[in-house]
């Protein structure tokens, strides 16, 4: 077994589009490269670009095209691959391992497990919705997956949530290894921490799903007894005109929708804010946002979905509220924005919890698993 090992990490989205699966694939490979292994991203190519490539070690494997997710996300995913491209590509790179980010999304992982000669890791990120999985879709996915599962050597996930649909298509076992968070550039961003500014902040996608709508009705109530209070919206969607009528419709004061910001502009409203709130209702596998709102030290109001309550343990449940309750969630946003020892309990709480998740953590452990893996199915069989 390899003391350095030569790893290909695939990302079924373009690169071109930022998401929080691209987001775990570099932080992985910039932490793998830190230790001294060759690391690569297999990827396909964006729409549009005419380079070989845009960086030496991205490989462009088939092409893109637009892809709506069972939540309603549209991205761009591999749509062809050339078999005999491939095949001189793996035979070229040699890699120990090929670690497969989200395999059930069309078509990249398919076509390069059918020719892989190297030990062949997965890992879930998201959570597929049984109420988004028509009959339609579940005759497509399911059999997809299978074809699918049998090449793949290792399983993971990001959270009993993410394991879920996969557990349904196999009898191997899931080991959860858990995203994670550049610990130190929230923490240096909350060191500039101004309290008591009496605003609530949403940062995400404006979808269904995310529950925006619900906010804005819980801040109605929450604003008729705390006129001081603002609610800043930070994100873009195929929502946002409809929350934006439907804020004037409840004639909301103190309320801005501020489109899609930069990750220097998300640091600072982070640390402005009194309060983070992400109410999503379903699709949520795991949290990350929430883990940058807790790293950077902002107290933090989150939806019931499954992703959610799985990662808020302890006292970090106390976050957790039905979203479509309005008078609750009400109540629980005016409880975190004026009940110090509330906040302070919560605070004590999440500087010590999130230090799990800090990258350096989460890359030693996929570190672990690959000679784990290596050791048990052998060097490239």
């Given at each position: 077994?390899?003391?350095?090992?030569?790893?290909?990490?695939?990302?079924?989205?373009?690169?071109?589009?930022?998401?929080?699966?691209?987001?775990?694939?570099?932080?992985?490979?910039?932490?793998?490269?830190?230790?001294?292994?060759?690391?690569?991203?297999?990827?396909?190519?964006?729409?549009?670009?005419?380079?070989?490539?845009?960086?030496?070690?991205?490989?462009?494997?088939?092409?893109?095209?637009?892809?709506?997710?069972?939540?309603?996300?549209?991205?761009?995913?591999?749509?062809?691959?050339?078999?005999?491209?491939?095949?001189?590509?793996?035979?070229?790179?040699?890699?120990?391992?090929?670690?497969?980010?989200?395999?059930?999304?069309?078509?990249?992982?398919?076509?390069?497990?059918?020719?892989?000669?190297?030990?062949?890791?997965?890992?879930?990120?998201?959570?597929?919705?049984?109420?988004?999985?028509?009959?339609?879709?579940?005759?497509?996915?399911?059999?997809?997956?299978?074809?699918?599962?049998?090449?793949?050597?290792?399983?993971?996930?990001?959270?009993?949530?993410?394991?879920?649909?996969?557990?349904?298509?196999?009898?191997?076992?899931?080991?959860?290894?858990?995203?994670?968070?550049?610990?130190?550039?929230?923490?240096?961003?909350?060191?500039?921490?101004?309290?008591?500014?009496?605003?609530?902040?949403?940062?995400?996608?404006?979808?269904?799903?995310?529950?925006?709508?619900?906010?804005?009705?819980?801040?109605?109530l929450l604003a008729q007894n705390n006129s001081d209070v603002k609610l800043l919206i930070a994100g873009d969607g195929p929502d946002r005109e409809k929350l934006e009528l439907l804020a004037e419709d409840l004639k909301l004061p103190n309320v801005s929708f501020l489109?899609?910001?930069?990750?220097?502009?998300?640091?600072?409203?982070?640390?402005?804010?009194?309060?983070?709130?992400?109410?999503?209702?379903?699709?949520?596998?795991?949290?990350?946002?929430?883990?940058?709102?807790?790293?950077?030290?902002?107290?933090?109001?989150?939806?019931?979905?499954?992703?959610?309550?799985?990662?808020?343990?302890?006292?970090?449940?106390?976050?957790?509220?039905?979203?479509?309750?309005?008078?609750?969630?009400?109540?629980?946003?005016?409880?975190?924005?004026?009940?110090?020892?509330?906040?302070?309990?919560?605070?004590?709480?999440?500087?010590?919890?999130?230090?799990?998740?800090?990258?350096?953590?989460?890359?030693?452990?996929?570190?672990?698993?690959?000679?784990?893996?290596?050791?048990?199915?052998?060097?490239?069989?």
């Open positions: 077994m390899p003391s350095k090992m030569k790893i290909g990490l695939v990302c079924p989205y373009s690169i071109n589009k930022h998401g929080g699966v691209l987001e775990v694939v570099l932080a992985l490979k910039s932490g793998l490269e830190g230790h001294g292994h060759k690391v690569k991203i297999l990827t396909p190519r964006p729409r549009g670009h005419e380079a070989e490539t845009s960086h030496e070690d991205v490989i462009f494997v088939g092409n893109s095209t637009d892809f709506r997710s069972p939540a309603h996300t549209i991205t761009q995913v591999s749509s062809t691959g050339d078999g005999e491209h491939i095949d001189e590509m793996l035979a070229e790179e040699k890699f120990d391992i090929l670690h497969f980010h989200e395999p059930w999304v069309p078509l990249l992982s398919r076509q390069l497990l059918q020719r892989s000669q190297s030990v062949n890791i997965a890992t879930f990120h998201s959570k597929v919705p049984e109420a988004l999985m028509t009959r339609t879709v579940i005759k497509v996915v399911n059999p997809y997956m299978k074809s699918v599962m049998k090449y793949l050597h290792v399983l993971t996930a990001v959270s009993d949530s993410g394991a879920e649909y996969a557990a349904g298509m196999t009898d191997q076992p899931i080991t959860i290894i858990p995203n994670g968070i550049d610990l130190k550039k929230y923490q240096q961003a909350g060191a500039q921490r101004h309290e008591h500014s009496r605003t609530i902040l949403y940062i995400g996608r404006l979808e269904r799903r995310k529950g925006v709508k619900y906010l804005l009705q819980a801040y109605q489109g899609f910001v930069s990750e220097e502009l998300k640091l600072k409203l982070l640390a402005e804010a009194d309060l983070f709130c992400s109410p999503a209702i379903f699709g949520e596998s795991f949290g990350i946002v929430l883990l940058e709102a807790m790293a950077t030290g902002t107290v933090t109001v989150a939806g019931n979905n499954s992703g959610y309550v799985g990662l808020m343990q302890g006292v970090g449940a106390m976050s957790i509220v039905n979203p479509e309750d309005i008078e609750e969630f009400a109540r629980r946003l005016e409880l975190f924005l004026h009940e110090q020892p509330v906040r302070d309990l919560w605070s004590k709480w999440a500087k010590q919890y999130v230090q799990q998740f800090n990258y350096p953590n989460v890359v030693k452990s996929y570190e672990e698993l690959y000679r784990e893996a290596l050791q048990q199915y052998g060097h490239r069989t």
